[in-house]
């Protein structure tokens, strides 16, 4: 079974820094044709956040552009967003989310098979 597990939410102030991870069981991650990071906010539409081909296109969302970074590591199956100079509005449940599938492009618009369950971040 594929699994993605987040880690490395909480809680800092604006103008801070945190990287979240994502693990991944049963998915080569650095393999994986789309891999990328989501948020969502209760009651609003999830929004992504940054998306990694492995034709090596990067994607960002205007809001998070310039201030995060989405990066893998094979060795480690693990895929990373580091984020800068947080703002409030960056508050959110962040996912990853990975697919294997190559029949539509990376993009932050696109469907994904594979979900983690979220970490919390909470920037004040």
């Known amino acids: 079974d594929v699994q993605l597990v987040e880690s490395g939410g909480g809680s800092v102030q604006t103008g801070g820094s945190l990287r979240l991870s994502c693990a991944g069981t049963?998915?080569?991650?650095?393999?994986?044709?789309?891999v990328g990071w989501f948020r969502q906010v209760p009651g609003k539409e999830r929004e992504g956040v940054a998306t990694?081909?492995?034709?090596?296109?990067?994607r960002y969302a205007d809001s998070v552009k310039g201030r995060s970074t989405i990066s893998k590591d094979s060795a480690r199956n693990t895929l990373y967003l580091q984020m800068n100079s947080l703002k409030p509005e960056d508050t959110a449940n962040y996912y990853c989310?990975?697919?294997?599938?190559?029949?539509?492009?990376?993009?932050?618009?696109?469907?994904?098979?594979?979900w983690g369950q979220g970490t919390q971040v909470t920037v004040s």
């Open positions: 990694f081909s492995t034709l090596g296109t990067i």
């Open positions: 049963g998915i080569h991650l650095s393999s994986a044709f789309c």
């Open positions: 989310a990975a697919d294997l599938r190559t029949t539509t492009p990376c993009t932050l618009q696109r469907d994904f098979n594979y």
